[in-house]
């Protein structure tokens, strides 16, 4: 931000020198006050091209600023609608097995029915084969004879309401096929729109990675030094206290930096005023000498010395004014470093690190499914001990909580790909159980921006998230955000 307006004060520096030195010139000239105010015009031409290429890399900036900012807003919108599906997905499932359970029952229900049936009507066909006369020739009593065809025709009309109501099952079991038929469908119509969402995030996470070329050096960098600390670490409370140091130093080196390029402007200022009294100082004393010389040899030529003040009291005037634009130039640059800075530190909810402290309550959930296992302050210390487990679905879409920095980004023994988000106020969110990260050190995350991706092999993916305070595991059920679709198991 600084080399911009030290560049426009060299050329301008170059101009005025080429313009004292080409002074003594003028005088043999035909016309002493032209060459002056071509010196001005071009210089005025130098300012505006200087101005033009400055807007043009503000303009240039800013389209890049709000196209990132696009696409960041695209993503997160994205994350929540195939987190939305996924839950939808789940639900639709869960009916599905509610339905083939009950088809199940009815079916075997259905087949004992179907056999009892079987029996009586298998009976009943043998007695409707053999005539009256058989009946009264079997060698059983009348009143037995009697007591049968009573029996019989109490039972006929149970076994007409027995057939009615199996055909009421019949009928009733072909529904509940059919409505299976339609859940499925809906299955399927909800997983290719779960697909197509995670496809459309994919596209949007690539688009974005093309605008992240520019800070590469500055990542690998970052990369390089967790990598050494993950290196050296010991355990997980090693490591963050070695992150927090290195953030300390880092804002140490940042505010260090800050008051070596402050002093270094401060010197420049001072170098080039010095610069410009002492040309004032010269230029004077050789206007004085040369005008001396005029009026001793050229008298006579009172009309053509006037020209000659004239043209070196325009050339005064134009350094002036040049000096004075240079000055509102610089003054220019620095108010947009300062606006920049402000702008930074002001930006929307979207944009800027609030308060942790304020949001307690209020944080996301990373991912959609259902809480396994909770925080236990009493456990071992080990894995799954200092948060809480959510079990999600396959390729289930993974979250940032909440707004802050990506401090470790890779492997760490134990945890398997672990993710650190540092948030102000001293807190981390540490998420592991991911296959993929979509996240790099140094960036900074938004909340609900997308940072990684379930695996797809597991049956029931586990995602662990914990919360710290200072380095210290906390309990994080209180500061996440109230989901009706979370359940809480164990």
Known sequence: MTKQPFRLGLIVGVVQWGMVLGSGAAFA???PVAEPMARLKQLEHLLDQSRAEQDAISRKTQAITEETEKIRNQMIAAANAAQEDEE???????QLADLIVSEKAKTEALKRRSGQMTGVLTALQRLAWRPTEALLAQPQSPADTVRS???????VPQIIASAETLK????????LRTEMDQ???RIKTATATMEAEHRQLKELYERKAQFQDAAIAAQNAAESRVAQLAAEAQDLRDLMQRIE???IRRVAEAEAKEAAEKAAREAEVAARKAAE??????????QEAEQAALRAAREQKDRERQAAEAAKEAERRAQAEAREKQAAAQKAAQASQKATR???ASRPQSQTRQSFESAKGKILFPARGSIVEQYNPTAEIGIGKRGITIQTRPAAQVIAPYDGQVVFAESFRGYGLLLIIEHSDGYHTLIAGMTRIDAVVGQKLVAGEPVGVMGTEESKPALYVELRHNGQPINPTPWLAAHTSLKVHG
Do not use: F, P, W, Y
């Open 183 to 185: 859940q499925r469908d």
């Open 88 to 94: 939808l997905l789940s639900s639709l499932e869960a």
């Open 342 to 344: 402000e702008a930074d």
């Open 277 to 286: 009294e002492a040309e004032a100082l010269a230029v004077k004393a050789r």
């Open 168 to 175: 009421g099952d019949i009928a009733s079991l072909a529904t």
């Open 245 to 247: 140091e290195d953030r």
């Open 29 to 31: 000239e035909d016309s």
């Open 149 to 155: 065809a009573i029996l019989l025709r109490a039972a």
